[in-house]
């Protein structure tokens, strides 16, 4: 699964990023009935739509690109939410600084700060996070960070 003593390989890589297109686009697609069709407000249809988007991305990350580690159940699934939270935060606070440290206040800005920016590092987050604290393999010491 990893080479390279720690290293993520190709097939890590590429799941991760898989399971997280898939979420995304759960997310993305519930959230849009949500919102229209189904009549809920936006904080309550994003708090839907988000927590369907990892659970989707952690099933696609325990049945896929993590089937070979052990770690499973709640407490894999609780932590796997916090890493998907975290990652949120780092989007959240991108667009924050970006529209009211900066006066960058333009939807133009505010996309690429919250959904380019922000997305980028809470990937770059979301994926260390997963793969040292959720499906960490048994007696690997350290990270991919070095």
Same mark, same amino acid.
Request: hydrophobic fraction near 45%; charged fraction near 5%.
């Given at each position: 699964m990893? $080479? !390279? !003593?720690g290293r993520p390989d190709r097939r890590e890589l590429l799941g991760f990023a898989a399971a !997280?297109?898939? $979420? *995304?686009g759960v997310d993305l697609a519930l959230f849009t009935w949500l919102r229209g069709p189904a009549g809920l407000g936006p904080l309550t249809a994003k708090v839907l739509s988000f927590v369907a988007g990892c659970t989707v991305a952690y099933v696609g990350n325990a049945c896929g690109t993590y089937r070979g580690t052990r770690v499973r159940g709640p407490r894999a699934y609780a932590a796997f939410c916090a890493v998907n939270l975290a990652g949120? $935060? +780092?989007?959240l606070l991108c667009l924050a +600084?970006?529209? *009211? !440290?900066l006066g960058l206040t333009s939807q133009r800005a505010d996309t690429v700060s919250g959904a380019v920016v922000g997305m980028a590092l809470a990937t770059i987050l979301r994926f260390w996070g997963t793969r040292t604290w959720v499906f960490r393999q048994e007696g690997r010491v350290g990270s991919w960070t070095g």
């Open positions: 990893r $080479a !390279g !003593g !997280g297109l898939l $979420a *995304y949120a $935060a +780092v989007q +600084v970006s529209h *009211y !440290g």
